[in-house]
């Protein structure tokens, strides 16, 4: 604790600058603005690379980069105090207007999404029940997934201690269902591998009165998922912000029933004793969250979409004019369902491997960061791109296999 003897020796010790009128109360120049001092640039100072995303929305590569319009959300909120709740509140009923949805909550990412929806599931608003997690005692233990959506993403899911019970068959679900089952869970990205369809999935849940959610991750565009599923009857959709989106990277949205909303916000901050006590979200990505959803309904996507097969088409073209070099273009059925380049050079006319590729892509001016999967190809997106960047990776691409012919 500080007396008001050691406080006013400290602020006599800070040159006084002036008074704000009227209070008597000292300004000092430690308060004021400076301006003549230049503004910290972290990335130089911290050496740190930064690179051309040709890629996609990869979460090591930190996904996506902000529109203007969320970063003055998050610079104008950081200024203010408001009640996380609040926030929390407001944003949560536009969400779930836009989207459908009877209520929502942003969350930090699509991850912690799934957590505390199914949290909500199990523990409803008992509380005893919320501060018990992840140890079930009294309630229930099974989610239910299918054997191709049983990918590392239901660590989530785990999270609350539950354990997975995997099906294939609409048969195999009916078997599986018991007391114990509190909630089934799909994976939209896979779903062309599963035996069952969404609309299926959603009505076996109705059946036995169970909870449904979906994991819809990086599934816009197109725009409409973002209610689609909502539209469907599915309890509970859960979307991450900062993929295509371009939201804040640590946050994504849980939108569904309104009951079970409540109850997931029950096991989320700032309430402490909880599951979810670590998936904090502060106001600015909060409300950043909600302008980049905003933008991101509002934008003309088929334009959006025609400025990608153009960017495709120029990389394509210069690619191809090294011998030895074909091209195909595709679009993912589901996830990151954007235009996707695939380059694969002849080994016998161009000496050089993916990785060679990649690295030699990484270690030029500007570095630039590509996908790859076979041994003599490489991938690329454009929908990471800032405007005219789409020349240099096309330049740079054709600069290597050139440089690499036999
Ligand atoms: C990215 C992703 C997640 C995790 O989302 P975050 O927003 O990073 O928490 C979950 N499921 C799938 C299918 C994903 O692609």
Same mark, same amino acid.
């Given at each position: ?7 006013? !020796? ?70 203010? =105090?408001? #009640?996380?709740? %609040? ?52 309630? !229930? ?44 869970? =799909? ?11 969404? %609309?299926?999935? +959603? ?7 169970? $909870? ?16 689609? =599923? ?14 295509? #989106? ?22 989320? $901050? ?20 909600? +302008?980049?959803?905003?933008?991101? +309904?509002?934008?003309?996507? %088929? ?18 004019? +090294? ?63 800032? $405007? %005219? ?18």
């Amino acid at each position: 604790m500080i007396n008001r003897r050691t406080l006013l !020796k400290r602020l006599s010790a800070i040159p006084l600058v002036g008074t704000v009128v009227g209070s008597g109360i000292p300004v000092q120049s430690v308060f004021a603005h400076t301006p003549s001092v230049p503004k910290r640039d972290m990335i130089k100072e911290l050496g740190l690379r930064t690179f051309i995303n040709a890629a996609g929305t990869y979460t090591a590569m930190t996904a996506s980069l902000m529109p203007e319009e969320v970063m003055e959300t998050i610079e104008a909120s950081s200024k203010e =105090f408001i #009640m996380l709740d %609040e926030v929390q509140d407001k944003v949560g009923e536009k969400i779930a207007e836009i989207c459908h949805a009877e209520a929502a909550t942003v969350t930090s990412g699509c991850w912690s999404a799934m957590v505390l929806g199914l949290a909500g599931v199990l523990t409803g608003t008992d509380k005893e029940k919320i501060a018990q997690l992840p140890n079930l005692k009294g309630m !229930k233990s099974q989610v239910i997934v299918q054997k191709t959506h049983n990918v590392a993403y239901v660590h989530a899911l785990k999270n609350t201690g539950v354990e997975l019970v995997e099906v294939e068959t609409a048969e195999d679900v009916e078997k599986a269902i018991n007391d114990q089952t509190a909630m089934l869970w =799909f994976l939209n990205y896979t779903a062309p591998e599963g035996k069952i369809q969404h %609309e299926e999935w +959603v009505a076996l849940g109705k059946k036995h009165n169970i $909870p449904t959610m979906i994991d819809i991750a990086a599934d816009v565009p197109p725009v409409e998922n973002l209610w689609k =599923f909502n539209d469907m009857g599915f309890d509970m959709v859960c979307i991450s912000g900062g993929k295509a #989106m371009k939201g804040p990277q640590s946050a994504g949205i849980l939108m569904g029933r309104k009951n079970i909303i409540e109850a997931a916000r029950l096991s989320a $901050p700032p309430r402490g004793n909880t599951i979810g006590r670590g998936m904090k979200v502060n106001k600015e990505e909060i409300l950043g969250m909600y +302008v980049a959803l905003e933008l991101y +309904v509002k934008k003309d996507h %088929e334009k959006e979409w025609k400025s990608w097969e153009q960017k495709i088409a120029y990389i394509e073209e210069m690619a191809k004019k +090294v011998n030895g070099v074909t091209t195909s273009v595709s679009v993912p059925p589901v996830a990151n369902h954007t235009p996707f380049l695939k380059i694969s050079w002849d080994p016998a006319k161009i000496n050089l491997d993916r990785t060679q590729m990649q690295e030699k892509l990484r270690k030029g001016n500007p570095s630039i960061e590509v996908i790859g999967f076979g041994e003599h190809e490489i991938s690329c997106t454009v929908f990471m791109l800032r $405007p %005219e960047e789409e020349k240099i990776v096309a330049r740079r691409i054709q600069e290597e296999l050139k440089a690499a012919i036999a």
